[in-house]
């Protein structure tokens, strides 16, 4: 298995900030992904990160408002950028196991825009 | 259109009582099927991975079932205790370009009382 760090585990913000979320993995891993998960909601994926190239966006999400950093294989940052009380939501960092491709999810970061 | 459905979506019982919970899904094309615990304020940490050929599946008081026919699968509780008072999210893999994309239910609540 694989153990997920996430920073900060909470943040209240301000509406027109942005915020940078870090997730640290206690070994090497090819694809990390990030996922959003409203109140009262399932988990949606956001964006696969790779490490050297561009992350992938899923439908309804773009670049420009969530901006992914994918430095090595053990690290990624998602910023939340220009927050609206819509962003209210936890993020979640995930990493796929060598089993089945089972995922692993950090502990996530409760974000709420004021 | 990929889609996990979960029943019920929330549930009360009495410590010690056992409980079973349901996943209906329409996904194709079929790779395995996972469930998964989120407590409250962490990220899921995964009970149970299944494959097309597997129809049963146990860790420790959780046991999974799969049917591949009727797209349905179950997780049953035994002997619940106030710990396992968390959301219960059943998640399908699609094969897809040589990887897997996830579907996620929205979880069963449950809460288990004195």
């Known amino acids: 298995s694989a153990v997920i760090s996430q920073k900060p585990s909470r943040d209240i913000c301000q509406r027109g900030t942005s915020l940078t979320i870090q997730c640290q993995v206690d070994?090497?891993?090819?694809?990390m992904f990030w996922y959003r998960q409203q109140p009262g909601q399932s988990l949606t994926l956001i964006a696969t990160?790779?490490?050297?190239?561009?992350?992938?966006?899923e439908s309804g999400f773009v670049i420009d408002k969530f901006p992914i950093s994918r430095p090595n294989l053990t690290f990624s940052t998602l910023t939340v950028s220009n927050m609206s009380p819509e962003d209210s939501s936890i993020y979640l960092c995930?990493?796929?196991?060598?089993?089945?491709?089972?995922?692993?999810f950090g502990p996530g970061t409760r974000l709420t825009v004021l | 259109k990929n889609q996990v459905e979960q029943s019920p979506q929330s549930l009360i019982i009495l410590e010690g009582k056992n409980c079973t919970l349901q996943c209906n899904y329409t996904v194709s094309p079929f790779s395995n099927l996972r469930w998964y615990k989120q407590d409250t304020g962490r990220g899921p940490v995964s009970l149970t991975i299944?494959?097309?050929?597997?129809n049963t599946k146990s860790n420790g008081r959780y046991t999974a079932t799969l049917d591949a026919d009727t797209k349905q699968s179950s997780l049953h509780i035994t002997a619940s205790q106030l710990s396992d008072s968390a959301s219960y999210i059943c998640v399908v893999s699609a094969e897809k370009g040589g990887g897997n994309k996830l579907t996620f239910g929205t979880g069963t609540q449950l809460k288990v009382e004195l």
């Open positions: 990160a790779n490490q050297g190239s561009e992350a992938t966006y």
């Open positions: 070994s090497q891993v090819t694809m």
């Open positions: 995930s990493v796929e196991g060598r089993l089945y491709n089972e995922q692993f």
């Open positions: 299944m494959t097309f050929s597997e």
